[in-house]
């Protein structure tokens, strides 16, 4: 874009003439104003399909009769649930308008001008952004076998790494580290330099060497955890998340972050889904059964995938992803499209009640034309 195209480019901050805001997946709504499709099936965004808990639910219906009050702002009863959950103090917590907030606050505080962060290549797509708009630079170790490379980001640490980004799970691959390679890859980092991992997929993995390191906290005080409610609880609509760190990280942390930032329904609603571990496990079990059923009906249809460990699988179409995706929208199917991560022929695929992943595979099987193993309900 050019000052011609927007002539208010020359005042803003020379960091931000280079960024395009983030474009989240297309909203149902959309869809159904562009196309005029009833009813389309959106698995695009990594949304847990059963929604929040009920215990959710009425915790947010009980807020409604204090919208006119602030929320607190300090958030201590959320803090303290949080804090309960993990075993650690409040002091330790920093929430978040999604976990997405505490990413930029990690940015705000810790990247600047002649600042580098670190990330692997195909990771989610807030590390650069957030590293750009403070005018820090960018760094990308190249990935192994759609993952992160712990080696290769090792070696491009320096005297100029202020942050370096672990997704585990990763966004939009469903790749994970595991505990020991991590481990030492977070006992090799210099002092200077801040390590987020980015756990927003949690809840959703089984694989025994993957590793909690909200239980590493006391050992690496560079580390801060990131966790989220929009996954698993279900309450992606709310946006709260947040963050765990060494107790003088989150105070500078909770210096620059935004008063009131989490709201009053949402606040209430996080800490009932924290207590509310039935349906988290109601949701495990689920998407474990359908990504066991979806990746084998993707390999009836010929087609590859990155193996993940998240609530979505990213297939390789063997071409361009672009016009497989048009024509999935008009088939009323919402998936995302990731070249924008380096997978150009790659389409991310969330996985969604039993209904709605049977009408993906069929809607793909005849964009494909490859015969459909699922004949839709």
Same mark, same amino acid.
Request: proline share 7%; glycine share 8%; net charge negative.
């Given at each position: 874009?050019?000052?011609?195209?927007?002539? /208010?480019?020359?005042?803003?901050?020379?960091?931000?003439?280079?960024?395009?805001?983030?474009?989240?997946? &297309?909203?149902?709504?959309?869809?159904?104003?562009?196309?005029?499709?009833?009813?389309?099936? &959106?698995?695009?965004?990594?949304?847990?399909?059963?929604?929040?808990?009920?215990?959710?639910?009425?915790? !947010?219906?009980?807020?409604?009769?204090?919208?006119?009050?602030?929320?607190?702002?300090?958030?201590?009863?959320?803090?303290?649930?949080?804090?309960?959950?993990?075993?650690?103090?409040?002091?330790?917590?920093?929430?978040?308008?999604? %976990?997405?907030?505490?990413?930029?606050? *990690?940015?705000?505080? /810790?990247?600047?001008?002649?600042?580098?962060?670190?990330?692997?290549?195909?990771?989610?797509?807030?590390?650069?952004?957030?590293?750009?708009?403070?005018?820090?630079?960018?760094?990308?170790?190249?990935?192994?076998?759609?993952?992160?490379?712990?080696?290769?980001?090792?070696?491009?640490?320096?005297?100029?790494?202020?942050?370096?980004?672990?997704?585990?799970?990763?966004?939009?691959?469903? #790749?994970?580290?595991?505990?020991?390679?991590?481990?030492?890859?977070? %006992?090799?980092?210099?002092?200077?330099?801040?390590?987020? *991992?980015?756990?927003? !997929?949690?809840? !959703?993995?089984?694989?025994?060497?993957?590793?909690? #390191?909200? =239980?590493?906290?006391?050992?690496?005080?560079?580390?801060?955890?990131?966790?989220?409610?929009? &996954?698993?609880?279900?309450?992606?609509? $709310?946006?709260?998340?947040?963050?765990? %760190?060494?107790?003088?990280?989150?105070?500078?942390?909770?210096?620059?972050?935004?008063?009131?930032?989490?709201?009053?329904?949402?606040?209430?609603?996080?800490?009932?889904?924290?207590?509310? @571990?039935?349906?988290?496990?109601?949701?495990?079990?689920?998407?474990?059964?359908?990504?066991?059923?979806?990746?084998?009906?993707?390999?009836?249809?010929?087609?590859?995938?990155?193996?993940?460990?998240?609530? /979505?699988?990213?297939?390789? =179409?063997?071409?361009?992803?672009?016009?497989?995706? @048009?024509?999935?929208?008009?088939?009323?199917?919402?998936?995302?499209?990731?070249?924008?991560?380096?997978?150009?022929?790659?389409?991310?695929?969330?996985?969604?009640?039993?209904?709605?992943?049977?009408?993906? $595979?069929?809607?793909?099987?005849?964009?494909?034309?490859?015969?459909?193993?699922?004949?839709?309900?």
């Amino acid at each position: 874009m050019s000052v011609a195209d927007n002539p /208010f480019l020359n005042l803003a901050a020379a960091q931000i003439a280079g960024l395009r805001p983030y474009v989240p997946g &297309k909203p149902i709504s959309e869809l159904e104003r562009e196309l005029g499709i009833v009813d389309p099936v &959106k698995l695009a965004s990594n949304e847990n399909p059963l929604g929040c808990g009920e215990a959710a639910r009425a915790a !947010y219906r009980a807020e409604a009769a204090e919208l006119g009050r602030y929320p607190d702002g300090g958030a201590f009863a959320l803090r303290a649930a949080i804090a309960a959950h993990h075993a650690i103090a409040p002091e330790q917590i920093t929430v978040g308008n999604g %976990s997405n907030d505490v990413l930029d606050l *990690v940015a705000r505080v /810790f990247l600047h001008p002649g600042r580098e962060s670190l990330f692997s290549e195909h990771a989610f797509a807030v590390y650069p952004l957030a590293t750009a708009a403070v005018g820090a630079t960018a760094r990308v170790a190249p990935a192994r076998d759609h993952g992160h490379d712990l080696d290769a980001m090792g070696a491009l640490v320096n005297e100029r790494t202020g942050v370096v980004w672990i997704a585990n799970p990763n966004n939009p691959t469903g #790749t994970w580290v595991a505990a020991e390679p991590l481990r030492a890859f977070l %006992s090799a980092l210099p002092d200077h330099c801040m390590a987020v *991992v980015d756990e927003a !997929y949690f809840e !959703y993995v089984g694989q025994d060497d993957y590793p909690d #390191t909200s =239980l590493w906290l006391d050992q690496f005080p560079n580390l801060i955890v990131t966790r989220t409610f929009a &996954k698993v609880h279900g309450l992606a609509a $709310l946006r709260v998340g947040y963050g765990l %760190s060494h107790p003088d990280v989150a105070e500078l942390l909770n210096r620059v972050r935004h008063p009131f930032n989490v709201n009053a329904p949402a606040q209430a609603a996080a800490i009932a889904a924290l207590g509310d @571990q039935e349906h988290v496990a109601r949701s495990v079990a689920h998407n474990r059964r359908e990504m066991e059923r979806v990746s084998a009906e993707l390999t009836s249809l010929g087609l590859s995938y990155i193996p993940s460990v998240g609530n /979505f699988v990213t297939v390789d =179409l063997d071409r361009p992803a672009g016009p497989v995706d @048009q024509a999935l929208l008009r088939e009323g199917v919402i998936c995302r499209p990731v070249a924008n991560y380096g997978l150009p022929t790659h389409l991310r695929i969330s996985i969604g009640l039993e209904t709605e992943n049977d009408r993906m $595979l069929a809607a793909l099987a005849r964009v494909l034309d490859r015969g459909s193993a699922v004949t839709p309900k």
